[in-house]
């Protein structure tokens, strides 16, 4: 039986068994088999994605915004370790470029090992990894893409340096024109206050966003 609190008062309980459990040098990791969801990973607890429904949340975070773009040719990944967002990418013709920033070398090897359809995905020639911080990546680079997708873990630990304004206007530096920043929030109905800051943020930077 695994147990997740999503806040004080309310969280998941999930029946079945753990298939894996280790850690990297940045957080620890699970693989947990449910008959209702398939393989589960947690990371630090906290689950990330799940089996049968992971499609729902990287369609939103990478296909909406490749689809607005008349003729996408570049994206960048910040996060992602999972790779289900690459794997989502691969799926757009018009990409000749597919890059990846992850700090976690340990979760994406973790993933190829557990997920066939990861492993596949990632033979695709226009696939580039780099294991570095995301940040400190693009203040070094001068590259552009025309689509930027932050797959990022919740803004409470690790990851919160990359919901500040700071981030946000990094990453405006790093579009080519017309491009578009996709990004993953916290639950607006859960997290209210988490929410509205991240929106502000954001709004600071971006005179126009869609929720």
Known sequence: M????VTDDYGHMYSGKALYSGKTPFQKMLIFRNKTFGTLLFLDGKIQISERDEDRYHQYLVDAPLLCLKKPESV?????????????AVKHKSLKRILMVEIDKGVVDFCVR??????????????????????RYLENTAETFDCLVVDLTEPHGPSKMLYTREFYRLTARRLAEYGILSI??????LFPESFATIYKTLKSVYPHIAT
């Open 2 to 5: 695994k147990k997740e609190w």
């Open 76 to 88: 960048c990944i910040v996060g992602g370790g999972d790779c289900f967002a690459l794997e989502e």
């Open 114 to 135: 557990h997920y066939p359809v990861i492993k596949k995905a990632l033979r695709d020639k226009r696939i580039e990894i780099v294991y570095e911080d995301a940040r």
């Open 184 to 189: 993953h929030t916290d639950n607006y109905v």
